[in-house]
């Protein structure tokens, strides 16, 4: 199983939560992420996406694309956002 993608992330994105949200900055002052695996550009304006997969932590985005080649691979359990704050 090799993918140019894939650099380690199951060390911390294995088995981890996601969340289906738009794309809002992690904290002020930063206006864009990109994905976990691609490294395509989340950003309000201007970038790739403008929503995808969140980990709870909202600090890790992934495209919907590399959601779906990976999922199997990573066991993602896919909750509802709850929308509280990060
Ligand atoms: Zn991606």
Redesign the pocket.
Known sequence: MSDW?LRGQERYLKGVALFWAAYSPYREGWDHNH?S??W?KFAVHGGDFTEGYITEDRYYW??K??FLDFQGKFDWAVGEDTGRPA
Do not use: P, Q
Request: hydrophobic share 20%; charged share 35%.
């Open positions: 993608r994905c695996f691609c395509r992934i495209c694309d590399c």
